[in-house]
């Protein structure tokens, strides 16, 4: 069932740049009410902000979250209900990875793509599906739908992601809980090589709008809708 999304409230993480920068700009052009989250880039994330108003957003909001922290969990949870008072649509965007091979990598990095990708959304997710009234569209990855080169702590940080989601949709089969899976795309994480940010954006916005159906838990596949 096709929905308008006008008006409504989507919550991105980590949307000061790629992926996520992307997806804030297409719901801002559906005159969502945005709110995104930054670490790190906060000039970005107030440009970002700037251009989702200029789209014809009816309002955006960049707040700092760090998801390896508790209290920046619950302060920004607090600050989305404050301002919105809920959140229609829930995207799970940040991640991080470590490209070099498992043995090379610390156990600090192991930590950060687990403390991230994982448990990081996961804690986010427990917070905010109180007030969640649609929707929660988690960003993992095909290298969970085939062997893959990527590396193994990253790997395995988004296999986790989609058995969570997947565990999470039959708890609340009134909201619709899905993955959607890029391919390699064009950002920092993968030296501005792939699939570009917006294409990726155009399918979650699809996905959230109900242009694209899929079943609770279930996984969409960027590859079958490269040319979409």
């Given at each position: 069932?096709?929905?308008?999304?006008?008006?409504?409230?989507?919550?991105?993480?980590?949307?000061?740049?790629?992926?996520g920068r992307a997806i804030a700009l297409r719901f801002a052009a559906a005159r969502c009410r945005v709110a995104l989250t930054?670490?790190?880039?906060?000039?970005?994330?107030?440009?970002?902000?700037?251009?989702?108003?200029?789209?014809?957003?009816?309002?955006?909001?960049?707040?700092?979250?760090?998801?390896?922290?508790?209290?920046?969990?619950?302060?920004?949870?607090?600050?989305?209900?404050?301002?919105?008072?809920?959140?229609?649509?829930?995207?799970?965007?940040?991640?991080?990875?470590?490209?070099?091979?498992?043995?090379?990598?610390?156990?600090?990095?192991?930590?950060?793509?687990?403390?991230?990708?994982?448990?990081?959304?996961?804690?986010?997710?427990?917070?905010?599906?109180?007030?969640?009234?649609?929707?929660?569209?988690?960003?993992?990855?095909?290298?969970?739908?085939?062997?893959?080169?990527?590396?193994?702590?990253?790997?395995?940080?988004?296999?986790?992601?989609?058995?969570?989601?997947?565990?999470?949709?039959?708890e609340h089969p009134d909201k619709r809980i899905l993955s959607v899976h890029p391919t390699v795309t064009a950002t920092r994480?993968?030296?501005?090589?792939?699939?570009?940010?917006?294409?990726?954006?155009?399918?979650?916005?699809?996905?959230?709008?109900?242009?694209?159906?899929?079943?609770?838990?279930?996984?969409?596949?960027?590859?079958?809708?490269?040319?979409?």
């Amino acid at each position: 069932m096709v929905r308008s999304l006008e008006g409504k409230t989507v919550l991105v993480t980590g949307a000061s740049i790629g992926i996520g920068r992307a997806i804030a700009l297409r719901f801002a052009a559906a005159r969502c009410r945005v709110a995104l989250t930054y670490l790190e880039h906060r000039a970005e994330a107030e440009e970002v902000v700037r251009r989702c108003l200029d789209l014809g957003a009816r309002d955006a909001l960049a707040i700092r979250l760090k998801l390896t922290d508790e209290d920046s969990i619950r302060t920004l949870t607090e600050r989305v209900v404050d301002r919105f008072a809920r959140v229609d649509v829930l995207v799970n965007n940040a991640g991080v990875i470590s490209w070099k091979q498992f043995l090379e990598q610390g156990l600090g990095e192991l930590d950060a793509q687990i403390g991230v990708n994982l448990l990081g959304v996961m804690k986010l997710t427990w917070c905010l599906l109180p007030v969640v009234t649609d929707a929660v569209i988690c960003i993992g990855s095909t290298a969970t739908l085939h062997q893959s080169r990527t590396p193994p702590p990253y790997c395995a940080s988004k296999w986790g992601l989609r058995g969570f989601v997947k565990a999470l949709a039959l708890e609340h089969p009134d909201k619709r809980i899905l993955s959607v899976h890029p391919t390699v795309t064009a950002t920092r994480m993968n030296d501005m090589q792939g699939m570009p940010p917006e294409r990726v954006a155009e399918i979650v916005w699809r996905v959230a709008a109900g242009e694209i159906e899929i079943e609770p838990g279930g996984d969409v596949d960027l590859r079958e809708h490269a040319e979409d």
